[in-house]
């Protein structure tokens, strides 16, 4: 395991033990930085080693060490001397990672999740430590801009650690409080994986798969929440395409155009199994009725009345879109520009590539030749990730070439 694959792989896993052990999220970034900067130095020469997390964790374990004697050499904190007299007295494990009690993970996501905290700002937090994700990556998930997010995350660590929140999974009486708020944040770190907002792959599956199997436990930790089954359903129904999803290219490939046969059947199976018993004894609620469009999107009338009912429910630019996106399928290209255009008109997702990326698709599908690649150049300004982009020019190119031909 190379250090970027590590990184990638294990950001969150082992962020969450070195908040946990210094009780700080400056703190630890900053010491899990320094380690990872010492990886890069010294295992091209000295090789790798037998347990490369456990390397990291005890190495970011003495950068913090260091940082803590450094500040306590040139200002009077008494938090940093507090700190630096825990770390040195507690024992290290051979295995940090694998030795801590359940699961870091969670614990890290309710922690950022706690009601005095504003949701914006918690669902920040995790998604900035849990996920690794850069302010940028954040700010864009959040269409804000990169000052407004840097404060929040900010205000939200300052929070935490001045009103001395607990590193802990909350007792049952508090856990419905901090639902709501677990389950978008866990949901926006599969969305994450699903389709990353930049980078060189369209998918990054080690988010998903994380988000996949957090929300399983909160499925176990709250069975009679229906959302939290829902939600994992939505979720496994989504990755159960993922083969499907990416050409050979590294493109990503239309719901349309995906070989179905390279769907996961179980998994779908599994999804829908959860999606019915969750509409059944919970109702509509908003991750159940995704995961409903979800199971039954083959059926493009179907799911452009789910999408309705989501929509008078749940409405937000996001759902308008996706809903625009199935009554094109259901009703024609036509319909669902004009959904476009009035969504477009209030401006609410004005620096989100996929509209402008979705409405170009639908002047494509009406052969509107022109006016799809003036709006497939609109898009790609806004595109993040590489393989995004390359799709878009690939579709701006075959409609230029079009143009050309029509034009004569």
């Not at 010491?31 to 190495?59: C, K, M, N």
């Not at 507690?90 to 009601?115: A, G, K, M, N």
């Not at 009725?289 to 749940?314: G, N, P």
Request: proline share 5%.
């Amino acid at each position: 395991m190379d250090v970027e694959r590590l990184y990638r792989a294990d950001y969150g896993r082992i962020l969450a033990t070195l908040i946990r052990l210094l009780g700080d999220f400056d703190l630890a970034e900053e010491a899990l930085q320094d380690a990872f900067a010492a990886a890069l130095e010294q295992w091209p020469g000295e090789g790798e080693p037998a347990s490369p997390r456990a390397w990291i964790v005890s190495t970011a374990r003495h950068k913090a060490i260091d940082r803590l004697r450094h500040r306590t050499r040139f200002e009077d904190k008494r938090a940093a001397l507090e700190t630096l007299a825990t770390l040195e007295e507690s024992p290290v494990s051979s295995d940090p990672i694998e030795s801590v009690v359940t699961d870091e993970r969670l614990r890290l996501v309710f922690t950022c999740c706690h009601p005095s905290l504003a949701v914006d700002a918690q669902i920040a937090l995790t998604l900035r430590s849990l996920c690794g994700l850069s302010t940028d990556e954040i700010a864009r998930a959040f269409l804000v801009s990169v000052p407004t997010m840097a404060q929040r995350l900010v205000r939200a660590k300052q929070k935490i650690r001045d009103a001395r929140i607990p590193y802990r999974i909350p007792p049952d009486e508090q856990l419905p409080e901090r639902l709501e708020a677990v389950l978008r944040t866990v949901y926006l770190v599969f969305n994450e994986g699903y389709a990353a907002t930049s980078g060189d792959t369209v998918v990054r599956r080690e988010l998903t798969a994380e988000a996949i199997r957090l929300g399983r436990v909160l499925s176990e930790l709250m069975p009679d929440r229906t959302e939290a089954r829902a939600l994992l359903a939505l979720m496994l129904l989504h990755d159960a395409r993922r083969e499907a999803r990416i050409s050979a290219n590294g493109e990503p490939v239309p719901l349309e155009e995906q070989d179905h046969r390279r769907w996961d059947r179980a998994q779908i199976q599994e999804g829908l199994t959860l999606v019915k018993s969750a509409l059944r004894d919970g109702g509509a609620g908003f991750y159940a009725l995704q995961a409903a469009i979800v199971a039954v999107h083959a059926e493009a009338e179907c799911a452009a009345r789910l999408y309705d009912l989501l929509a008078e429910r749940h409405s937000s630019p996001v759902v308008e879109l996706n809903r625009a996106a199935a009554v094109a399928m259901a009703d024609g290209p036509a319909r669902g520009l004009e959904l476009l255009d009035a969504l477009e008109s209030r401006g609410g997702l004005a620096d989100y590539y996929l509209l402008p990326a979705a409405r170009a698709d639908l002047l494509r599908r009406l052969g509107r030749w022109e006016e799809a690649a003036a709006t497939y150049r609109r898009a790609l300004p806004l595109v993040a990730n590489e393989p995004e982009r390359r799709f878009l020019e690939r579709r701006l190119a075959e409609v230029e070439s079009k143009s050309r031909l029509a034009r004569g």
